[in-house]
């Protein structure tokens, strides 16, 4: 593995790309197993309703965010 590669869920930074139904339910699924949960969505709302609603931390900065893993839920 490369330095720094972290292999414990509890250390990890999750970015999740789609914050709907699908990226949202995974999130849910991991928001007490991992770091942080950090989101982005095409509509904003969707975002702000996310935070609200405490499925994800934060929105992601698309450039210049670190994450350990990263999961892209978007529709096909």
């Known amino acids: 593995m490369e330095p720094g590669f972290r292999t414990r869920l509890a250390d990890c930074r999750v970015g ?6 699908m990226g949202g339910s995974i999130a849910l699924g991991l ?7 950090s989101g982005y ?8 309703h996310a935070i609200d609603r ?21 529709p096909v």
């Open 31 to 37: 928001r007490n197993a991992c770091r942080s949960i």
């Open 16 to 21: 999740i790309i789609g914050v709907g139904l």
């Open 54 to 74: 405490g499925i994800i931390h934060r929105p992601i900065e698309l450039r210049g965010d670190k994450v350990d893993l990263f999961i892209l839920a978007t």
């Open 41 to 48: 969505d095409i509509a904003p709302g969707t975002v702000a």
